[in-house]
C-alpha cells in the first residue's frame, strides 16, 4: 500500500496525521469535545482554513454536527475519547439505519493503557452494536491513508464509518507521506437530499431500515474478504500464524520478526474466509487484540481454533515485553530476541536493576495540579469542612481526591457530579443525617453534560451545593476554549456564557448563586459554610482562570521568612507545588507529645504570586518577594 | 548506517522540556536518514507528573516503545527519575543524569523520602552514570529554561550523528520562533558539550 509522490515526508503523531488525511479527503465539516488521548486531532484539524471546526459540548453533539453535514452532502468527521462514543452512541445508532450523504467518519481514540481515562474500554464494539464497519491503522502513515479509505468507504457502503485509534497511535510521531499539497477540488455534491421514509426514524420508518442495514452488514463482509485493509504481512515461520490489528501488528512484527501475521486494517467485518484460509496455513493461530476478545469470540464460533485471551492479558497494552512473556510456551526459542535475557541471563541479573525501581525504593510522583491553580483554595476549604459528602467530576479537580486534600469523594463519569450528589442526598441513611453534599464541577463539564443534571437537582427538590469551577477553559487537556472563554477554536471572539443567568434559569434562585473569587480563603470558607447550611440548591461560581490560559497574569513570587516561620505546615495543605520543606523537626509539647515541625521554603521561579498560601500562615510569614518584579 | 535500532529513553517532570528535548534527538536522526518513532507517554504532562518520552532510530522502526531493558540511553532531567528509569537500560547503556533533585509535593507532605543519593545508587548497580550539573549551567547563562539545550549538548557525544547537527536542529527551532535566544542556545550547547565529556 505504500505509495509515492514528490512531496517531502511529514514527521507527524497520529492525531496530525488523521487531520492531514481528512484534509487530502476534501473533508468540509469536522466537530469534537476534547479527550485524551484524542484532543490534538480538532487542534490540527482547525489548522486547516477549508474545514469547518468546531470544538463542541459534547461528543454527541459533535456526531450530530457531523451527521447533519453528511446528510447535506459534505464529508465529515467527529473525533473523540472512548468514553466520548459511549455518549455520542444514542445517535450512532439510529444514524446507522439512515446512512450517509458525504463520508462520515467517527474517528475514536481508545486508552489502551489508561494514561488520562477513568476506565479503558474496547471500541470497537460499537462496530458491532451498530453494524457499521470498523478500520483500524496501526501507525500515523496508516492513519492518514485510512483515514482517506474510511471516506470512501462511508460512501461505497452508504455507511457511517468507525476509525479506531490507541494511544499508541494518536500520541506516536512517525514518518507520513503526504499525496498532495493542495485542498482538493471538490466533486459535485448532490447537496440535501429529502427523503422522510429514509431520514426520519418513525417506528415505521425504522422497521424497512433495518433489513436495509443487515443486507449493508453482509456486503461489508464480502468486502472485508478482499479489501486490501486485511492484508498478509510478516515472515514465514508456520508455527504460529497472529491475527491483529492496530499497533499489536507492530508489536508482533517486533517481539516475533519471523511469524506470519494476518493484518486486519478492516477488523470488523472480519473477513472469516480469509481466516480460515490463513489458519490452514499455520499450526496454531493467536488472536492479539486490544482490550477486549472480540475478534477471537467471533472466530471461534464460526469454528476456526485460536487461541488469545487465555494466553494474552485483557487490560492494557500488549506491547512487546508483554507478548515475549505471554506467547514464550507457545513460542518456544523465537520468543527469547530479547537479547538481555535470550543470551545472558545471568550477567543480566547481576548487571542491571529490574526494569522498575519499585516505589518501597522510590517515591511515586502523580500529577498534581498547577502552581497558583484556581482549584488550590476550593480543596483547602473542603478538606477544612467536617461532615461533608463530595461528589466529584472529570477534570484537574478529580486530583482533589489526593493529597494533601482528600476532599473528592466520587468520580464516574462526564457531568456526573450532579445526579451523583442529588442521589446521595436523596439516598441518605440515618448515619449521614446531617451530611452536607457538595458536588464539585468545572465550566466545561458542566456544559458538557452536568447542566441537566443541576436541573434535575432544582426539578427535583434536592439539596446539593454545586461548586461550578470556571477556569474559563478545558484546563485538563490543555485549555482548549469553550464558551466559558468566549472565543472559538481559531481563537477568535464567540459567545461568552453567563453562567448565574444559566443557573438562574435552571432553577437556582439568585440569592443561592455566589460568586467568589477562589484566592480569597475567607470569601470562600464563609461562602461555603453559609451556603451548605441553606436547605435548597446552592450554586457557588469560582471565577479565575486557569493558570495556562492566556487570561492569567502572573504577580510577582513571594517567599518565606525563615525567623518568623513556625514550621506548622499549614501552608502545605494548600497543595502549591512552588511550597516545599527544607527541613523537619520533631519537638515535645508541654504536655508531652510529640510534635513534627516542618519548615517550609517557596520556590521564587515556579511561584505566580496569587496571593492564596499566605491566608494559611498565622505568623505571616509569608511576603514578597522584594526586588521581583514579573512581566 | 547501522542496522541496528538504537533506542534512546528521555526521562523527566512534566514542564521540563522533555517532549522538546526528544523531538530535536527525532528530528536529527531523520536527517541523518532514518526511519524515526517517538512515542509521549505524557498522561497529565502540564501538572508536575512523570514524563516519558520514547525515542527509536534506525533502518526501519516497528513498535514505538522501547522494549524494557534495551535502552541505549537514557536522558534524565531529575536524579530521581533517572534512578526510577534506569533499568530500562541494556546492558553497557548510558544513563545521562541532571543533578539537580525535584522533590514532588508527596515528599515536602513527608509521605515518602526522597533518596539520599540516586546518582551513587545508579551507579552501584553497575550502569554508566554521567553526571552534569545542566540546571546549575542553565541559571549560570540566565535562564533555567536552558537545561534542554545542555542536556542535548552533552548527550551529543552519545549518539552516531554528527554534533553539529543536532546544534543546528536545536538553533533553527529558536531562529523560528525567538531569534533572540539563538546566541544563548548555542552556549548552553557548548557548555553541554564540553561538560558531558569530561566524567
Ligand atoms: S491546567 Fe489549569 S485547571 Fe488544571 S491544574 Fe493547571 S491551573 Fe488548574
Ligand atoms: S504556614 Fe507559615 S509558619 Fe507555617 S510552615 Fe508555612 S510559612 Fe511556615
Ligand atoms: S503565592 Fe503561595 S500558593 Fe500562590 S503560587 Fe505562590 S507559593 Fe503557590
Avoid at chain 1, 496454531?284 to 467471533?298: G, I
Wanted: proline share 7%; aromatic share 6%; charged share 20%.
Amino acid at each position: 500500500m505504500e505509495q509515492h509522490s514528490h512531496l517531502e515526508p511529514l514527521f507527524i503523531s497520529g492525531n496530525a496525521a488523521i487531520a492531514r488525511g481528512a484534509w487530502e479527503a476534501g473533508c468540509r465539516v469536522a466537530a469534537a469535545y476534547p479527550g485524551t488521548p484524542s484532543t490534538e486531532i480538532m487542534e490540527y484539524t482547525s489548522r486547516y482554513k477549508e474545514i469547518y471546526s468546531e470544538w463542541s459540548m459534547n461528543e454527541k453533539v459533535s456526531l450530530e454536527v457531523a451527521i447533519g453535514a453528511s446528510l447535506a452532502g459534505s464529508r465529515a468527521f467527529c473525533a473523540m475519547k472512548h468514553v466520548g462514543l459511549n455518549v455520542a452512541s444514542d445517535a450512532l445508532l439510529s444514524q446507522t439505519l439512515i446512512g450517509v450523504g458525504g463520508g462520515l467518519v467517527i474517528v475514536v481514540a481508545d486508552d489502551v493503557g489508561l494514561s488520562s481515562s477513568q476506565n479503558e474500554q474496547d471500541s470497537r464494539f460499537w462496530g458491532r452494536f451498530a453494524h457499521v464497519p470498523v478500520l483500524e491503522p496501526c501507525d500515523s502513515q496508516e492513519s492518514f491513508t485510512m483515514m482517506q479509505q474510511a471516506f470512501e468507504l462511508s460512501e461505497a457502503f452508504n455507511t457511517p464509518v468507525i476509525l479506531r485509534l490507541t494511544t499508541r497511535i494518536c500520541h506516536v510521531k512517525g514518518i507520513v507521506r503526504p499525496q498532495r499539497d493542495s485542498y482538493p477540488t471538490v466533486t459535485p455534491l448532490t447537496g440535501f437530499v429529502k427523503d422522510v421514509k429514509q431520514k426520519v426514524m418513525t417506528p415505521a420508518h425504522a422497521r424497512f431500515r433495518i433489513p436495509w442495514m443487515f443486507e449493508r452488514e453482509a456486503l461489508l463482509r464480502d468486502h472485508s474478504e478482499v479489501s486490501e485493509l486485511n492484508r498478509l504481512v510478516g515472515g514465514d515461520d508456520r508455527r504460529v500464524g497472529f491475527i491483529a490489528s492496530g499497533p499489536a501488528v507492530l508489536h508482533i512484527m517486533e517481539s516475533f520478526p519471523d511469524a506470519p501475521i494476518l493484518q486486519l486494517g478492516l477488523s470488523y467485518p472480519p473477513p472469516l474466509g480469509k481466516i480460515r484460509d490463513f489458519a490452514a496455513t499455520v499450526a496454531t493461530l493467536v488472536v492479539v487484540e486490544e482490550v477486549e476478545p472480540l475478534l477471537e469470540q467471533e472466530i471461534k464460533a464460526a469454528g476456526i481454533a485460536v487461541k488469545g485471551k487465555e494466553l494474552l492479558p485483557r487490560q492494557g497494552e500488549l506491547a512487546p515485553p508483554v507478548l515475549r512473556r505471554a506467547l514464550r510456551s507457545l513460542m518456544g526459542e523465537v520468543a527469547m530476541p530479547d537479547v538481555a535475557t535470550a543470551s545472558a541471563p545471568v550477567v543480566r541479573e547481576q548487571r542491571v536493576a529490574p526494569p522498575v525501581v519499585s516505589q518501597a525504593v522510590l517515591f511515586p510522583r502523580p500529577p498534581t495540579m498547577c502552581v497558583a491553580c484556581p482549584h488550590l483554595g476550593i480543596y483547602y476549604c473542603l478538606a477544612h469542612i467536617r461532615n461533608t459528602t463530595i461528589s466529584g467530576d472529570i477534570g484537574c479537580y478529580t486530583l482533589g481526591a489526593g493529597e494533601p486534600w482528600n476532599a473528592l469523594d466520587t468520580c464516574i463519569c462526564m457531568g456526573a457530579s450532579m445526579g451523583v450528589a442529588l442521589g446521595l442526598d436523596k439516598g441518605r441513611t440515618a448515619a449521614d443525617k446531617d451530611k452536607k453534599i457538595f458536588a464539585v464541577i468545572g465550566d466545561s463539564t458542566f456544559m458538557h453534560m452536568g447542566m441537566q443534571g443541576l436541573l434535575d437537582i432544582t426539578y427535583n427538590r434536592g439539596n446539593v451545593t454545586v461548586l461550578l469551577l470556571d477556569n474559563r477553559a478545558v484546563g485538563m487537556t490543555g485549555g482548549q476554549d469553550n464558551p466559558a472563554s468566549g472565543r472559538d477554536i481559531h481563537g477568535q471572539p464567540a459567545l461568552q456564557i453567563d453562567f448565574r443567568k444559566l443557573c438562574e434559569a435552571l432553577g437556582v434562585r439568585s440569592e443561592r448563586i455566589v460568586e467568589v473569587n477562589p484566592y480569597e480563603l475567607p470569601t470562600l470558607f464563609k461562602a461555603l459554610r453559609d451556603e451548605s447550611k441553606q436547605p435548597e440548591p446552592s450554586v457557588i461560581i469560582t471565577n479565575q482562570p486557569c493558570v495556562l490560559i492566556d487570561h492569567y497574569g502572573p504577580k510577582p513570587p513571594l517567599t518565606v521568612v525563615d525567623e518568623k516561620c513556625t514550621g506548622c505546615g499549614n501552608c502545605l495543605d494548600v497543595g502549591c507545588p512552588a511550597i516545599a520543606v527544607v527541613r523537619r523537626e520533631t519537638v515535645t509539647k508541654p504536655n508531652g507529645q510529640e510534635k513534627q515541625l516542618a519548615f517550609v521554603t517557596i520556590d521564587s521561579q515556579a511561584c505566580t504570586g496569587c496571593d492564596l498560601c499566605p491566608g494559611t500562615c498565622a505568623p505571616d510569614a509569608i511576603v514578597p518577594l522584594q526586588g521581583v518584579s514579573r512581566g | 548506517m547501522v542496522d541496528k535500532v538504537t533506542n534512546i529513553l528521555v526521562v523527566g517532570i512534566g514542564g521540563q522540556g522533555v517532549m522538546t528535548a526528544s523531538e530535536v534527538i527525532a528530528q536529527t536522526a531523520l536527517r541523518a536518514g532514518y526511519d524515526v518513532k517517538k512515542t509521549e507517554v505524557a498522561g497529565m504532562a502540564q501538572r508536575g507528573g512523570v514524563v516519558t518520552s520514547h525515542v527509536r532510530f534506525g533502518k526501519r522502526v516497528l513498535s514505538p516503545a522501547i522494549p524494557a531493558g534495551e535502552a541505549d540511553l537514557i536522558v534524565a532531567f531529575e536524579p530521581a527519575e533517572a534512578l526510577r528509569w534506569c533499568g530500562e537500560l541494556r546492558p553497557g547503556g548510558v544513563a545521562m543524569v541532571n543533578s539537580e533533585p525535584q522533590a514532588p509535593p508527596v515528599v515536602s507532605l513527608g509521605l515518602y523520602d526522597y533518596p539520599a543519593d540516586p546518582i551513587g545508587e545508579i551507579r552501584s548497580r553497575g550502569i554508566q552514570v554521567q553526571r552534569l550539573a545542566a540546571t546549575e549551567i542553565a541559571r549560570g547563562l540566565g535562564n533555567f529554561r536552558l537545561v534542554n539545550t545542555v542536556m542535548l549538548g552533552a548527550i551529543s557525544h552519545y549518539l552516531e550523528f554528527s554534533a553539529e547537527v543536532m546544534r543546528e536542529v536545536i538553533l533553527e527551532r529558536f531562529r523560528e520562533r525567538k531569534p533572540k535566544l539563538v546566541a544563548l542556545n548555542e552556549a548552553a550547547f557548548a557548555a553541554g558539550r564540553e561538560r558531558g565529556m569530561a566524567s
